[in-house]
């Protein structure tokens, strides 16, 4: 029995990139204003990339049950230079369901993902087909230039969050990686046999290690409305990541209780001694109180933190789907026929 997977056949040369094609994976939550343009953009990024490299294109938006008019727009869109896919989940699951769906119904080889908002600058995209193509690489991620205009809080929270999840790790997450990244056919054959229900894609991407490389980019500003990471929903996804991907949250509860746990030690030593010198009962009210109380909220943490995996332990057991697609259609784009309005739709 072999335990574990050999994806190699499916390496890409420059030779045999152009047969795998490439699927862009846009998942969607409220994007009704920015998608046509966004559509637009990447009919002529598929042209451009045709052009380059002959190789076949397709879109699979994924609509994560916007409550704007996303899906009729998605729809209606176009295929233009490439096949059109829309996938739409049965209500609102979160980004990383919704890159799981596009990755599951994506066709091609070589899968992208790419925001819906007009954040991730389309032209960026030849040269990350580029580093897979010509370069070689299998999982070409993009993170920011720099993070200057956040505030110092916000860099230390990152830094810190970071710290934490790749301590200790093997392969460590790059940071400051974003979701904007193209994967070879290999990197997302690995990445599918991946069983885990609660994702993590930025750490996952990583973990199966390939020849990766960064490109660093400068995000454009939302095309329109506003982002739906907010603190709270960041905190929700840190605390998500980490607890999915990483046991250094336990390690840190178990260093930080030996740690407390010798403090009290030798503090108790040093009770034991002033008394066995001076023979004078030490006041210790207040510092009785405190100590109470560092040790009560330090377990309380604790029990959270352990709470987290137990957590996680019994949403991996249950084994629920991690979205449920309503709708699907797709639109071919039949470049060889004659007839070129030869669009057909399917629902599944
Ligand atoms: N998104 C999604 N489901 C959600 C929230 C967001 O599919 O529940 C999509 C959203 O439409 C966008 C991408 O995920 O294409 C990134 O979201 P957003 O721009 O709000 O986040 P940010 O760019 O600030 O990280
Ligand atoms: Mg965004």
Redesign the pocket.
């Known amino acids: 029995m072999m335990l574990g997977s050999d994806v190699s056949n499916l390496s890409t040369t420059a030779a045999n990139a152009a047969a795998k094609g490439l699927s862009i994976v ?6 009704a204003a920015g998608l046509a343009a966004l559509h637009q953009r990447l009919c002529e990024l598929a042209k451009a990339l045709r052009h380059r490299y002959a190789i076949r294109c397709e879109i699979v938006y ?1 609509d ?1 049950g916007s409550k704007d008019g996303t899906l009729a727009i998605a729809r209606a869109l176009p295929a233009d230079a490439l096949d059109v896919q829309v996938v739409s989940l049965s209500r ?1 699951f ?2 990383e369901a ?1 890159l799981m769906a596009g990755l599951d119904h994506a066709r091609l080889g070589a899968v992208l993902f790419m ?3 007009g ?1 991730h600058p389309p032209a960026l995209v030849e040269q990350l087909v580029s580093h897979w193509i010509d370069g070689g690489y299998d999982v070409v991620y993009t993170a920011k230039a720099h993070r200057d205009n956040e505030s110092f809080l916000r860099r230390l929270a990152v830094h810190g969050f970071y710290a934490l999840i790749n301590w200790g790790a093997r392969q460590k997450i790059p940071e400051d990686a974003g979701d904007f990244r193209l994967l070879s056919p290999r990197a997302v054959a690995a990445l599918r046999q991946l069983p885990e229900r609660n994702r993590f894609f930025k750490g996952l991407a990583s973990w199966i290690g390939f020849r990766q490389i960064r490109v660093d980019y400068e995000p454009a500003p ?1 095309a329109h409305g506003v ?3 907010n603190f709270m929903r960041l905190l929700g996804l840190s605390i998500e990541g980490l607890t999915s991907f990483s046991v250094a949250p336990l390690r840190f509860a178990s260093l930080l209780g030996v740690l407390l746990a010798s403090a009290a030690f030798l503090f108790g030593l040093s009770i034991i001694w002033e008394v066995w010198t001076t023979g004078k009962q030490v006041p210790g009210y207040p510092s009785l109180v405190v100590g109470l109380m560092t040790i009560g909220g330090v377990q309380l943490i604790m029990i959270g933190i352990v709470g987290e995996y137990i957590g996680k332990i019994l949403s991996e057991l249950k084994a629920r789907p991690i979205y449920f697609v309503a709708e699907h259609s797709e639109k071919r784009f039949e470049a060889d026929r004659d007839e070129s309005a030869g669009e057909r739709t399917a629902a599944e």
């Not at 846009?26 to 994007?31: G, L």
């Open positions: 846009v998942p969607m939550y409220n994007e994924v994560d609102n979160g980004k919704a925001d819906g908002d954040q939302r982002t739906t990471f």
